[in-house]
């Protein structure tokens, strides 16, 4: 709110009436929308809705974007076939053009996530090899330290004990801290089994399980409005691109890189729920 009213005290709104005639312009359908400056190579932002002219001039309503409004003058859009090709498109643009006014949806260059395996915990991080192969990971992460701070979260709601875990040092096989404040059940001091302790943890840590991918490879989900056919590609949880038929989809190869969060949680849903049609490439 205060940025809001600092951007109105140096920016007096005024109806940008500029724009209404562009904006009443754009179809009333999916896609993803940006507006444009007097620079041509970088827009000034990038958005995405379901229904683009009644978001753009939602737009045209919002003091606290006086400033952007007042240097806008061109306003593109791309229809896409449904909300999901929306929502790909608009993330795969921003990461890539980098808009002067989005906030959100900055590409993050590792993803931290917490690790189970013989050894116990671990961090594995996305640009490690085989990251998007692996199974038994739980919680994306934008680092280590925010992965430790919901561990030791998890840890505190659970009695989880914090030595166990990789969280404290205890000198000398000594019981952890949070055991003589009555926060651990006792796996550190030998009156909890360290078997039952791993199965509450594992219970814990299930909420944030990265899901594993369903398939052997490449994938295509589709969508439709009326005419307008897309599918989009996706290869363990990664967007590859769109293409209007199976064929064109099947030429869509590339390397998925590394693990992008944001993908993950765009696509995650509509393919493990079933709400859309998923083709095997």
Not at 169 to 197: M, N
Request: proline share 5%; net charge positive.
């Amino acid at each position: 709110m205060l940025f809001r009213r600092q951007e109105r005290e140096k920016f007096p709104y005024e109806y940008p009436s500029h724009l209404r005639e562009l904006a009443a312009e754009l179809p009333r359908a999916p896609g993803v929308y940006q507006f444009h400056g007097e620079e041509q190579s970088v827009p000034l932002y990038i958005g995405k809705s379901v229904d683009l002219r009644t978001r753009v001039l939602s737009h045209l309503r919002e003091p606290g974007e006086a400033r952007m409004l007042s240097q806008t003058r061109r306003i593109t859009h791309v229809r896409t076939a449904g909300d999901l090709g929306a929502q790909l498109l608009e993330a795969r643009q921003i990461k890539t053009l980098q808009p002067l006014y989005n906030k959100k949806l900055r590409r993050t260059h590792r993803i931290c996530s917490i690790a189970l395996d013989l050894g116990g915990v671990r961090y594995a991080f996305s640009n490690e090899p085989n990251f998007r192969l692996r199974t038994n990971l739980y919680g994306l992460f934008s680092s280590k330290m925010a992965a430790m701070e919901r561990l030791r979260a998890l840890a505190d709601e659970h009695e989880l004990c914090c030595a166990r875990i990789g969280l404290e040092r205890t000198p000398g096989g000594r019981p952890c801290f949070r055991h003589s404040i009555g926060r651990c059940r006792g796996a550190c001091a030998g009156k909890e089994p360290g078997r039952d302790h791993d199965e509450r943890l594992l219970t814990a840590l299930r909420g944030i399980e990265v899901a594993k991918w369903p398939y052997k490879g490449r994938v295509a989900i589709e969508e439709r409005d009326g005419k307008l056919r897309q599918l989009h590609v996706i290869d363990h949880w990664n967007y590859l691109g769109s293409a209007g038929s199976l064929r064109e989809a099947r030429r869509i190869k590339g390397d998925s890189g590394q693990f992008d969060r944001d993908d993950y949680y765009i696509v995650a849903r509509p393919i493990l729920s079933g709400e859309l049609r998923v083709r095997e490439l």
